[in-house]
């Protein structure tokens, strides 16, 4: 079954610095890639996609991820953190081979980003 | 367009009742999804909907179920509360239209079993 790992379960940054989330991908073929925001008492915000067009994905909030087929991974990057940033990330795999063209999203653990000021 | 919108936002039960969850999705969108999130399990799959059909199902007990109405809104009951059903569930809607369309979700339902 495919799946994501997100290494790091807390990531801590000072305001201003980059942003790197950690996302790898177990698939034997191209897999649909996403990644969330989870703000306190909120749902899951959509960051971006990984759609094949193109191996950088552009996002919403300044981030954007690079899809790397050698090295299975879909790390979410931000060059400069803000305070209003700091929430739960979500990765997420759609498998390419759906039961009766199911949506269903598999989701790695999260990673809480604190940044710092 | 208003967003996925989820009631209660917050709801106590006791261990044994059942309860109900509604989920009414973004206008337009066919397919709607739930899910449970806990610290230790994080975000698990319960089960899809598209055309009031029940496309997929997640590794949970008969105790969850759910169903879609012919407007694309949804509900999950849970009957037999146990403990650990304490959760907040999310719901999500897509409009169905590939492997890539994303999911839209509302701000969930927290389930408190004491």
């Known amino acids: 079954a495919q799946s994501v790992t997100q290494l790091g379960s807390h990531v801590s940054v000072s305001e201003g610095a980059l942003v790197l989330l950690r996302c790898n991908y177990s698939?034997?073929?191209?897999?649909?890639l996403f990644w969330y925001v989870q703000y306190p008492n909120q749902g899951l915000q959509l960051l971006l996609k990984y759609t094949s067009a193109a191996t950088l994905v552009k996002g919403i909030n300044g981030f954007e991820a690079e899809f790397k087929k050698s090295e299975t991974s879909f790390h979410l990057t931000k060059p400069s953190a803000h305070m209003s940033d700091a929430a739960e990330y979500f990765c997420a795999v759609r498998p390419s081979i759906t039961q009766g063209g199911s949506e269903k999203l598999v989701f790695g653990k999260g990673t809480k980003l604190t940044v710092n000021p | 367009k208003a967003g996925v919108t989820q009631t209660p936002r917050y709801l106590i039960k006791t261990r044994g009742q059942q309860v109900t969850l509604s989920c009414s999705p973004i206008?337009?969108?066919?397919?709607v999804s739930w899910y449970q999130q806990t610290p230790g399990q994080g975000l698990q799959f319960l089960f899809e909907?598209?055309?009031?059909?029940?496309?997929n199902k997640g590794n949970f007990p008969g105790r969850f179920s759910g169903r879609q109405f012919s407007n694309s809104r949804s509900e999950m009951n849970v009957s037999t509360l146990e403990l650990g059903d304490s959760a907040l569930y999310l719901c999500?809607?897509?409009?169905?239209?590939?492997?890539?369309?994303?999911?839209?979700f509302g701000n969930g339902t927290r389930l408190t079993v004491t």
């Open positions: 909907y598209f055309s009031e059909t029940q496309r």
């Open positions: 698939s034997s073929v191209p897999p649909y």
């Open positions: 999500a809607s897509s409009e169905g239209s590939g492997p890539n369309s994303p999911l839209h």
């Open positions: 206008s337009g969108h066919r397919s």
